[in-house]
Nanobody, 116 residues
Framework: QVRLVESGGGLVQAGGSLRLSCVGS????????MGWYRQTAGKEREVVAT???????DVADSVKGRFIISRDNIKNILYLQMNSTKPEDAGVYYC??????????WGQGTQVTVSS
């Protein structure tokens, strides 16, 4: 059974940094492409950053140059380093396999609030 637990969110002032973590069980990040997703009120969940099983990374244009996705292969933890945050970065962040399946059971996510 796959279980993903996100943490690290909180309130940050615009321009500040946060590091999100996602601890995985029942799934090996080194064998699966993973992503960080963001959901804001009234919008569909969108992918923010991805990392392939081989370690190749990509980020959405809106966060390019500011967010970094990485993972700890030994601890099976996925990270999202958020730098130079903007108010539009706010939302609930989730980690999940990428691409996500319609049948995937999402975790609780972690809330990020950016004050201007």
């Amino acid at each position: 059974q796959v279980r993903l637990v996100e943490s690290g969110g909180g309130l940050v002032q615009a321009g500040g940094s946060l590091r999100l973590s996602c601890v995985g069980s029942g799934i090996l990040f080194t064998l699966n492409s993973m992503g960080w997703y963001r959901q804001t009120a009234g919008k569909e969940r969108e992918v923010v950053a991805t990392i392939s099983s081989g370690g190749a990374t990509d980020v959405a244009d809106s966060v390019k140059g500011r967010f970094i996705i990485s993972r700890d292969n030994i601890k099976n933890i996925l990270y999202l380093q958020m730098n130079s945050t903007k108010p539009e970065d706010a939302g609930v962040y989730y980690c999940a396999p990428w691409p996500s399946s319609a049948f995937f059971s999402w975790g609780q996510g972690t809330q990020v609030t950016v004050s201007s």
